[in-house]
């Protein structure tokens, strides 16, 4: 340990006696402990204001149409803001973010996307001009359920309407060597149910969510020093009341969390190329979540309670220098980064039973983990103009891995390298070519360790199914098979032995025709990593167990768009990218067996953003095709049923008009609805759907 804290020393002297002007990078992705050049690294970048006018709670179910379809849902997106890896990209406003960007490469892999999981970069948004700017906007929305696929025993039954909301304002100001910015949204969620004409009194579960964020940036001589903190209120409820002839039965259920965020950024130029960046980040998470059902039949009253106790707090500090070296039209850029993260997860739960006032049962547990992570990530960047470059370096571990509680059997290895490159070959060939052909290719060695904090729970959970087979009805979202039930193949079922690492190989195309506004590209990648997979074991007719096992899993995924930007003069303007995406997995339960997932599987979207003159317009589809679902059943004997969907959905859809209004810089009218359509079998939504009315007004 003792190198590490002279590298900290010395970096902390250098910093401390630096004099020179500094501003934020705008070349390179920040993933944390790691950059890479924005013009080499293949990517998807969506701007915040194409999701304004769309009802969610959760980010992913507004991009899913962008990137990966069904496989880019909240079990899958790990997401990094401003350069903070254990953030909550729920507890910001979509109007606080200035662009959403799906990295493509192998490096994702060693910032914190495990296994088939994607990496997505969240810039917030800053003042662009100096002055003062308020803005205000809001929508309101009617849901309420599918009905035309119902099951035979609810056939008929018609939905309940809730209301969607949404409130923001934010007041930002620019002087030129300083600016900050303060930002309030309120949203309300309710999800609709069906009406039952035998529940006397009901309230939908609901979510009401507070999100208060603000930043502030300031030169102080040669240095930008940037400082932003958040806080996020949520509570969740809902209950019911049943009552006929033979008794009653009601419950109560309450959910309140918290996060608490901080992040302190200081950008230094020590010398002409030579960056200096210390970054610190502070996230909190609290929940506390009650419950009650109460029974009372034939005289008899019996009553559970149940309360739990979630907390988790994340501390990270990174320190980043790197040196941009040029030779004429090379560049040679080493950096070096230094990151500390510590954590604290804790859960207390309890639950307990009563029959007539008196106790049955008390069961309590309660678990801790704390662990540290300490990395060293060295790298070295060559590049040529923008037409080519290539990347190499590695993340060493210098803390013991032990401390995040990993299965016994997973042995991880501490010096983990990578290497990018790409290479526009036309402009290579040609520097006046008018065809610009770039290649893409990266590959990491990565382990098991995850790099995730806890995220503020939601109603708007994805309900698109993996294929299962085990207990009936079974049936949970995409991840990768994280979490999913399969049956006991036998009582001493093999399970593969963990390899120390794992490998990430990712290739990409990407073709477009300058001046034409089109542009094709292709993404390939294959990785390997660890299942978990929780058996379900009968032991006998009132007794089974779930049993966790980890699993050698390979991952290929296959993804190809055709993108359009038309500008006419400024009068028409036409934004559409179809893309379509097939992922297939191979688990490896035993040498013998193996469950293999996706084939032939396509999903993908076909997002569309339209202007002219004051109107506007947005039209997304989403879509799941050649989907197998797998279902069991036990009686008469164990068989597993296979079904195959075609699922598609009017995602989102809002046409607005631009108002001139005196004192106003520019307001917006606009007419939304999610989900307004949707095939009869379709299995990517979770059968809702939204109408309703926005507005957004700036100062």
């Known amino acids: 340990m003792c190198k590490p804290k002279l590298i900290i020393v010395a970096l902390a002297a250098i910093l401390f006696f630096s004099k020179a002007n500094a501003q934020n ?66 507890a910001y406003s979509i109007y606080d973010i200035d662009e959403v960007t799906l990295v493509q490469n192998s490096v994702s892999k060693l910032a914190g996307a495990v296994g088939p999981q994607q990496l997505v970069l969240i810039k917030t948004k800053r003042t662009k001009t100096k002055g003062l700017e308020v803005t205000a906007a809001g929508q309101a929305n009617l849901s309420s359920l599918y009905t035309n696929n119902l099951p035979s025993n609810e056939s008929g039954e018609k939905s309940r309407t809730t209301v969607y909301q949404e409130y923001y304002a934010a007041v930002h100001q620019n002087t030129g060597n300083m600016q900050f910015g303060v930002s309030a949204d309120y949203t309300h969620d309710a999800l609709p149910e069906l009406k039952d004409p035998t529940v006397d009194y009901e309230t939908p579960q609901n979510l009401q969510r507070i999100k208060l964020n603000g930043f502030f940036d300031v030169k102080l001589g040669s240095s930008v020093l940037d400082v932003t903190a958040g806080y996020v209120p949520e509570k969740s409820d809902d209950e019911y009341a049943i009552s006929n002839s033979t008794g009653q039965a009601a419950d109560d259920f309450e959910d309140k969390s918290h996060i608490w965020n901080a992040t302190v950024k200081l950008i230094t130029t020590i010398l002409p190329g030579l960056t200096n960046v210390v970054h610190g980040d502070y996230n909190s998470y609290r929940a506390n979540d009650v419950g009650a059902e109460l029974t009372q039949f034939s005289g008899d009253t019996s009553t559970s309670l149940f309360k739990a106790e979630i907390y988790g707090r994340n501390i990270v500090a990174y320190d980043n220098l790197s040196y941009d070296a040029k030779f004429g039209n090379w560049g040679l850029e080493p950096a070096v980064n230094l990151t500390y993260r510590t954590f604290r997860d804790s859960d207390y739960t309890a639950t307990s039973s009563l029959s007539n006032g008196s106790v049955q049962s008390l069961n309590t547990s309660w678990q801790r983990t704390n662990g540290h992570l300490f990395l060293l990530t060295p790298s070295l960047n060559l590049y040529y103009k923008n037409y080519f470059n290539i990347q190499g370096g590695l993340v060493y571990n210098l803390a013991n891995h032990g401390a995040f509680a990993l299965p016994s059997n997973v042995k991880v290895k501490k010096t983990l390298p990578f290497v990018s490159a790409s290479a526009d070959v036309m402009q290579l060939i040609d520097p006046t070519s008018t065809v610009s052909v770039k290649v893409f290719g990266s590959y990491a060695i990565t382990n098991f360790v995850n790099d995730n904090a806890n995220t503020l729970p939601d109603l708007n959970t994805s309900t698109a199914q993996i294929p299962v087979v085990g207990q009936p009805g079974t049936a949970y979202p995409y991840g990768g098979a994280f979490y999913t039930y399969y049956p006991a193949y036998s ?21 477009s025709p300058k001046k034409s506004g089109l542009t094709f590209s292709y993404f390939f990648e294959h990785t390997n990593y660890l299942s978990p997979v929780y058996f379900y074991l009968p032991f006998g007719s009132n007794s089974d167990n779930l049993e966790l096992y980890y699993y050698n899993t390979a991952a290929t995924l296959n993804r190809v768009s055709l993108g359009y930007n038309l500008v006419d003069n400024a009068t028409f303007k036409w934004q559409s990218n179809v893309n379509a995406t097939m992922l297939k997995t191979n688990m490896q339960l035993n040498p013998n067996l193996a469950i293999a997932n996706g084939n032939s599987e396509w999903t993908g979207g076909w997002a569309n953003r339209l202007a002219y003159g004051s109107f506007s317009a947005g039209v997304d589809v989403l879509y799941l095709f050649h989907e197998k679902v797998q279902t069991a059943t036990y009686t008469p004997s164990y068989t597993v049923n296979t079904t195959t969907l075609n699922s598609f959905s009017l995602q989102n859809l809002y046409v607005g008009y631009s108002l001139k209004v005196k004192g106003l810089h520019a307001l917006e009218l606009f007419a939304n609805g999610r989900n307004l359509f949707q095939n009869k079998k379709a299995d990517i939504t979770n059968d809702r759907r939204y109408f309703g009315l926005g507005f957004r007004a700036t100062l």
């Open 491 to 511: 009582f001493y079922s093999y399970q593969v032995n963990a390899a120390e690492t794992f490998r990430d190989f990712s290739a990409g195309l990407s073709v």
């Open 25 to 90: 990078d705008t070349t390179h992705f920040d993933l944390g402990h790691m950059q890479l050049r924005k013009d080499f690294t293949q990517n998807i970048t969506v701007k915040g204001s194409d999701l304004e006018k769309m009802p969610f709670t959760n980010l992913a179910d507004a991009i899913n149409v962008w990137f990966y379809g069904a496989y880019s849902n909240t079990n899958t997106l790990v997401y990094i803001i401003d350069g903070n890896l254990v953030n909550d990209v729920n």
